[in-house]
């Protein structure tokens, strides 16, 4: 890169809320508030009728998720806007809003020429097409609602990011399932640092609906509830032993990303710089589900961090994308294994690995908040936890979750100097595996609450 | 504005569309003049406002076969499992990497955009399941992803590099070819195979005559009197190479055609509407001017066009502005052709289809023609081909041909718009059929 480019805004919706605090939270406790569906939207997934009329059939354990409360948009997203809007229209913008305000930057009126958007979503805005499906396939074509024709493109979000914040820069939707969202912040990174942009927003937006849910459960991927009686919701364990799914969770996740120099300029600061990334594919991975290509996929990881500069010694962190599933932690984790091998050695230990999308959910860029938000509270004494949080350590995989707060990592022997290293991983269903490389800044830095940080209520219609 | 020396050539091209499957059967129809918009029946569309599209047609028998077997032999078994789209894209592929392999797994990166995927098969799932059908098999839903036949693609390769998909409604073919570009540049891969798939389904052609903007006649690009879109379907597929694998092969003693040269991309966003462009084109002129700086080229180096063209009376206004403010007085006198007209709009993959007709104009030295009846709208004077190819300027000398460069654009729903630079390979750049090949 030529470019140093850093993030100075974070905006994050999700079970958690809309506010970092309950992000933090959610890390902390380990899990992300999860409730049953109830009346739910569109005509398949229950509609007026409720979720127990759907034809989907869905067992209890398929009725919990991470649910976005829409109150909590109110801030950010005002009545006569949402209302134009899909779900993940909603997330999106009011991510990229709360991203502004967390940078405290704002957007002049004429917009800008330099600011621009690469957002990502796994299933794009489902909603919204399932209930113009249902018009065209029950009601004939006439009856398709012109508004939910435009909602329905995946990159509707990213449309709508646009036009309400003036960015008139580059406009991507990045649609390679759940590795997009890394793929978005990297390409971000890639045109600020090619100096093609000033400033972009970089993301992922998503949306659970019961239909996705029986989809998932179709293939055995979503997590049972412990009592299996709906009574108890499912609980994710990344790379447990006795892991048999994930949990999902909505949600969209909008970072502001700028050029290191553009940003001190204006007095901005920075929350954690992009320091590299990249993608590769596993070509043994089916259609839905993971493949057995471990061992390339840690070339793949190895050339991204070279490209940074870095050698697998030089990671301090590893954000890992493990959700619970069975055969996506073991690909991960033994893609991980195999990385950290030094050739003729074997030996070179992982360091500390963190999944957050086991407390956070499996959509909806959790686990990209949680990258930035570790970043930016690396020397803080916040811990991700809970301490007391059972795990049964896997054999096969061998790698235990961290728990706890950071350590200063400047004395590890063979580690290359400098600020704290995060490498973010996710391996997706279908073979997309994609990295970033971010770095916290160096030690003594002073983190403190900026006035336009995140609201949780003001000034709503 | 930074950009990489490192020159970027186009070696191979696939295709399939409503003129069959193949890049010779697009290139001839595309030069008869005539349009392949016509009643179709890959869905009912007898309630629908509009009857016509470009249907692609089966592939011949032993076509078919070929494809199998190939998909079969690479462990992808995408030609039976998949859908439409992804069937489009392996056919697309396997002719665009005729004579380019093997390939480096490690350093090959597969670039796509597009926007329906696996919706036409889905719809079947939706229609049992919304008339209260609990038995239906929901597993024909996973083609619904839209990574699907990039992913398709590069499992039949074996591809391990990037695999990455971009869905900016229109826009996305022509991005897909400007992140490839950057990671070409870059180094991060050593070939790239960009494009894209879509096939026809009732959402996208109920939503786009819910909007009213589709032409109950084959659509007419710039025309006075035109009334919209017209929807299609098929692929196309370029791949790309650097010049050092390229410098490589011919090492080897492979014989490398470099078909043409992608030169740079640009984007941008009007940040107006969710379905209408700006009318006054700034977002069209700003994403050609990015993408000529990005080539290091400057106006007066374009020979000619391939317009987005839609034909709806909002587009092809908004994009004559824009290119009436990059190109100034030139403007009119600029050859330009809408590839639409011939093979409807493929939506997300239009603009890959659209680079594939680009580079075969470069490539012969002609502009294929643009279908469609009436005079030209006297609002958009453009320099549109009619009726039977149009020869490009001749150049004097190859030392002229990086100023014999073509600008393919792309806007998209919420107005994302991209735009693409080629520019003609040695030799066929002075008017002759071939580009430079030697081993």
Redesign the interface.
Known sequence: M?RRVVISGLGTVGPWGADRAGLMAALTAGAAPLTPFGPAVG??SGGRDGVDAT???LPPHARWAGVVDGSCLAPWVPGREARRMSRPSRFAVAAARAALADADFAVPDG?L?DL??ILST???PAAV??E???Q???D???A???FL????????P???V??L?????????????EAGAL?AVR?AA?AIA???SERMFAGVADEVIP?LQ??FD??GELAPGDGGDGEVGPVARPFDRRRNGLVTAEGATVLLLEDEGACAARGGRALARVAGG??????T?P??GWGT?SE?LA??LR?TLA?AGLRPEDVDLVIAGASGSRAGDRVEALTLRAAWRVAGDGSAPLPPVVAPRGALGALGGGQLAAAVLLAERWWSSEAIGPPDAPFTPDPELALVPHIGPLDDPSDRPGRAPGAPRILVQMLSS???ASWLVLEALPKGAKWSDRPGAQRNEGDAE | MTRSARQISITGLGAVSAWGWGTAPLWEGLCSGRTAIRPFDRFPAAEQRTHLAAQAPPPPDCLADALTRWADSAGSAGWDEGSLADRFALAAAREALAGAHPLPPDATGVYFGGSTAGMFESEEVFDRLLRGDADVDLAPLVSQPLDNPAAAVARALGVRGPVVTVSSACASGTQALGLALDALRAGEVEVALVGGADSLCRLTYSGFNALRVVDPEACRPFRDGRAGMSLGEGAGILVLETEERIAERRRRGEAVRVRALLRGVGNSCDAHHMTAPRPDGLGAALATRRALADAGADPDDVVFLNAHGTGTPLNDASEWRGFAQVFGPRAPSLLLTATKASVGHLLGSSGALEAVATVLCLENGVVHPTPGDGAIDPETPAGLVRGAPAPLPRLDSDLHAGRHLAVSTSFGFGGANAAAVFQAPMGAAAGGAGGEESA
């Open positions: 030529s005509r398949l034809p989907l059939a917009g020429d621009g958007v796994a299933y794009g097409t399932e113009l499906l249902a065209i396939l029950l004939g074509p006439e398709a609602s012109p024709f435009a909602e329905s493109v995946a990159n509707a990213a449309a709508q646009a036009r914040t003036g960015a008139r820069g580059a406009n991507l939707t990045i649609t390679q399932r793929i390409r890639d090619a100096e093609r239909l029986a989809l179709r293939f990249g993608e590769a594919f596993d070509a991975a259609r839905c290509g390339s070339g793949a050339r490209r279908g073979g997309t």
